[in-house]
Nanobody, 124 residues
């Protein structure tokens, strides 16, 4: 399994950005896909997740109403649309995948494969 994240960059507060995560190596219909982020000096935190088969979505409290996770079945790609960006959204963003299990969508232990990360920097 390979996950290739892209789309990061330097933007101003209030701007939008869309991250992409191209997944390959197997069928992902039994997977959960997620985005996590790590800000400088902080632990990696949950941002958003979806269940590939149903498209059900889950969000961290800090991004609810601003970020949207989605998927394109034909392209095997997961997106993170980020609107109304804030300086505190500055972080390296990682996509992740893992088989559906009883683990919470928000825990890193629920994911077996990780992308390389893409830097998002939001200036004030």
């Amino acid at each position: 399994v390979q996950l290739q994240a892209s789309g990061g960059g330097l933007v101003q507060a209030g701007d939008s950005l869309r991250l992409s995560c191209a997944a390959s190596g197997r069928t992902f219909r039994n997977d959960r896909m997620a985005w996590f982020r790590r800000a400088p000096g902080k632990e990696r935190e949950f941002v958003a997740a979806l269940r590939w088969s149903s498209g059900s979505t889950y969000y961290g409290d800090s991004v609810k109403g601003r970020f949207t996770i989605s998927r394109d079945n034909a392209k095997n790609t997961v997106y993170l649309q980020m609107n109304s960006l804030k300086p505190e959204d500055t972080a390296v963003y990682y996509c992740a995948s893992g088989l559906i299990s009883t683990l919470s969508y928000t825990t890193q232990r629920g994911y077996d494969y990780w992308g390389q990360g893409t830097q998002v920097t939001v200036s004030s």
